[in-house]
């Protein structure tokens, strides 16, 4: 079910709820049949256990006359006979007593079988049944109260519209939590169905313990099961938080006034059609209303939600190719209008708020909307953003649960309104860490579509396999084409370049911010990663391959994006004397084990005391040469020039010192916490 749909309340919506409201109550008939076909298999378990304990006590019998002669006064041929007797007397009773064992644990089997399958199986029916019966029958009820008001409120000469609205507010969010609490409760139901399985399977092995060859395969599924379980409940909860977001983001959004959905060249929505007699208007009846905008064409279909299996079959559509539309004042009606078509019918609609009587009026006459659902960031967008990820760097990268703990709401949304304005956040030095680090995360979830785009994610749902763990299924070539050039906009791919060197650079200090690479693609897949329809299976889907394909981007920047984060070395100008400044871009320095990318945007850096000049003249891509790491000394102050430069006072410790590959007189280090680079004549090794 496309939760996005419930705004809109249309037959797709319906016909959806119909179907798993269907679905749900076939569950309910079918644990009824799995728990009569369970009753069969401990009625016969209990006969079966009932003959085997005669069986035993039959040959129980069989041997205890031997057992009980004596070897007095007999000769020794007799002595062993009687000895050879007994054992096989013995035998028998031992074997009865194992079968009298065996049967015991089996009626214990099926006494907690009972307890922990059957009893647990008839509890969620019993759940199932009463939501069904329940729930679905007061929403309905609502249903059917909130349309009969809209009707009633139109019918007046003058409709309070504010009411109205307010009204439709209200039954949209109950529409929203009846259609998430419809789905939950069959996800939810599927889990713990599974577990009861799985418990009965449990005691089921404390029973069969002469299957122990097979016991070994069986733990080892049962745990990959377990574990795949977990990760069910785990994107549930997730969803659940998504789908939360998404219905406040709804409210919030310019749509819920009007009333009008517009997707694929489609404006779809409710309005009144005039059934006349002699040209009068006599009745008005609930349409759904589809205009495609290329061909004009409009379909009005009978239909009413409170009652959607009586509506929308029993009558015909009317249809045609829009010709004008003009504003109607002689019904004595508000938010009227009149439709020509070019085969000749004239249509008298009545739309359901003023706003939503202008987006019909403006649809119909063949303009376009200014707000496209489709707007992505832009470049003021992009620097804006770009500085609170550098305001963040440079003191919050070892705030512990950075990106997990919220900050401050109402600063947030100061700082945020920053963004939406198209101002530029002022003072972002005195903005704290939790609320840089939260309106980072608000901003991107707030864009229009993902940064990642929604065709994107739309391959990511489309080619997840679930026999797959990670994203390796997915060729890096295919991931590198999707994020290429001309298939994401060049603002996205900038932004998505930041962005996984800022999240390197806060997984690099998760010993002090807790925030390893698994806890950061956890909270920010949500945030990269959503999908176009909001149904409970996509959000799960993006809840999962989301975080997945995140940590791969982390771990695969420079080949996924290797325009952004790598470009061939500019020949080194010798012939330049010691003073001349030469321009460059930003260089990426790696390390060795690809782990720490350090971007540099320095233009140029020059220091005293003999010390030698780098020229750059390109973007360059260095690599942090093999050696033993070593700590160094600093023996000058020195300021930083450029952002991967350090600024240190004398007599400061260096640690983690690298010499940099094809770079004379340079070398890379940490100094408080921070890594850059260091002029080689300024430090002195220990």
């Known amino acids: 079910v496309d939760y996005n749909a419930c705004l809109l309340d249309g037959p797709d919506l319906r016909g959806a709820l119909l179907d798993q409201e269907r679905m749900l109550d076939d569950s309910v008939k079918s644990m009824k049949r799995v728990i009569d076909s369970f009753n ?3 009625e016969t378990g209990l006969s079966h256990s009932e003959a085997l304990l005669a069986f035993g006590r039959a040959i129980s019998e069989l041997g205890a006359g031997s057992s009980d002669s004596t070897d007095a006064g007999k000769p020794s041929s007799s002595v062993g006979a009687l000895k050879a007797e007994r054992e096989m007397a013995s035998f028998f009773v031992q074997l009865s007593q194992d079968l009298e064992y065996i049967e015991e644990a089996r009626r214990r089997w099926l006494a907690n079988s009972q307890r922990l399958f059957v009893d647990e199986l008839n509890s969620q029916r019993a759940k199932i049944k009463a939501f069904l019966s329940d729930t679905r029958r007061e929403y309905y009820e609502e249903t059917r109260r909130f349309y009969h008001n809209q009707e009633r409120a139109l019918a007046k000469a003058a409709p309070q519209e504010r009411d109205m609205d307010v ?34 399977q449990s005691v089921w092995k404390c029973f069969y313990q002469e299957c122990n060859d097979n016991l070994g395969d069986r733990e080892q599924q049962m745990h990959h099961m ?32 009007a009333s009008l959905r517009t997707s694929s060249g489609q404006h779809e929505g409710y309005l009144l059609l005039a059934q006349k007699k002699l040209g009068i208007p006599t009745s008005w009846q609930r349409c759904y209303c589809t205009l495609t905008l290329e061909s004009r064409h409009i379909s009005l279909q009978p239909y009413s939600p409170a009652n959607p299996a009586g509506s929308s079959a029993a009558a015909a559509p009317i249809s045609g190719v829009v010709s004008s539309v003009t504003e109607d004042t002689s019904s004595g009606r508000k938010f009227t209008f009149e439709v020509a078509t070019i085969e000749g019918r004239s249509l008298l609609l009545q739309a359901y708020s003023n706003s939503n009587f202008r987006a019909w009026v403006q649809a119909l006459s063949g303009q376009r909307g200014s707000v496209s659902d489709e707007q992505l960031p832009g470049q003021a967008d992009a620097d804006r953003l770009i500085a609170c990820l550098r305001a963040l760097e440079s003191r919050g990268l070892q705030e512990e649960g950075l990106y997990r703990v919220e900050g401050q709401n109402r600063e947030v949304e100061e700082l945020l309104q920053s963004f939406v304005l198209g101002g530029s956040p002022s003072n972002l030095e005195t903005v704290g860490e939790r609320v ?16 990642l785009t929604f065709d994107f994610v739309e391959y990511l749902i489309n080619s997840s396999d679930p026999a797959n763990d990670s994203q390796s299924h997915r060729p890096l070539a295919k991931l590198r084409d999707r994020l290429s050039t001309d298939k994401l906009p060049a603002v996205n791919r900038r932004l998505l370049a930041e962005l996984l060197q800022h999240l390197r650079r806060v997984a690099d200090q998760s010993a002090a911010n807790r925030m390893p690479a698994d806890n950061l693609a956890m909270v920010f897949a949500p945030t990269l990663c959503w999908p176009r329809q909001m149904n409970l299976q996509s959000v799960q889907l993006c809840a999962v391959e989301g975080k997945q394909l995140l940590l791969l981007l982390m771990q ?17 100008d010798d012939a330049a004397s010691p003073s001349s400044d030469v321009e460059s871009r930003a260089p990426v320095l790696r390390q060795a084990s690809g782990d720490d990318i350090i971007e540099s945007a320095n233009k140029s850096s020059s220091f005293g005391r003999g010390g030698s000049r780098l020229h750059r003249a390109g973007q360059l891509a260095f ?28 007599d400061e410790l260096v640690y983690d010192v690298h010499r940099i590959d094809g770079v004379e007189g340079w070398c890379c280090g940490v100094i408080g916490g921070r890594r850059g680079i260091i002029p080689l004549n300024y430090v002195q090794m220990l």
Do not use: H, W
Not at 445 to 450: A, D, I, N, S, V
Not at 560 to 565: E, G, I, K, Q
């Open 40 to 42: 069969r298999v401990r």
């Open 623 to 650: 690599s942090l040469a093999d050696g033993p790491r070593c700590c160094a000394k600093t023996l000058y102050p020195c300021r930083a020039d450029a952002e991967g430069d350090l600024s240190f006072n004398a």
């Open 226 to 257: 377990n574990k795949s379980v977990m990760l069910f409940n785990s994107s549930v909860e997730s969803a659940e938080k998504e789908l939360d977001e998404n219905k406040q983001q709804l409210l919030s959004s310019q749509l819920l006034p």
């Open 436 to 451: 840089l680090s939260t309106c980072i995360k608000r901003y991107l979830k707030r864009l229009p579509q993902p940064l």
């Open 556 to 572: 695969k920047a420079e080949e996924l994006l290797p325009d952004l984060f790598q470009s061939e070395a500019s020949p080194t």
């Open 167 to 200: 009204e439709r507010i209200e039954y949209f969010g109950r529409t929203y939590e009846y259609v998430k609490a419809l789905q939950f409760r069959q996800a939810m139901n599927k889990s713990r169905f599974f577990e009861i399985i799985a418990s009965l």
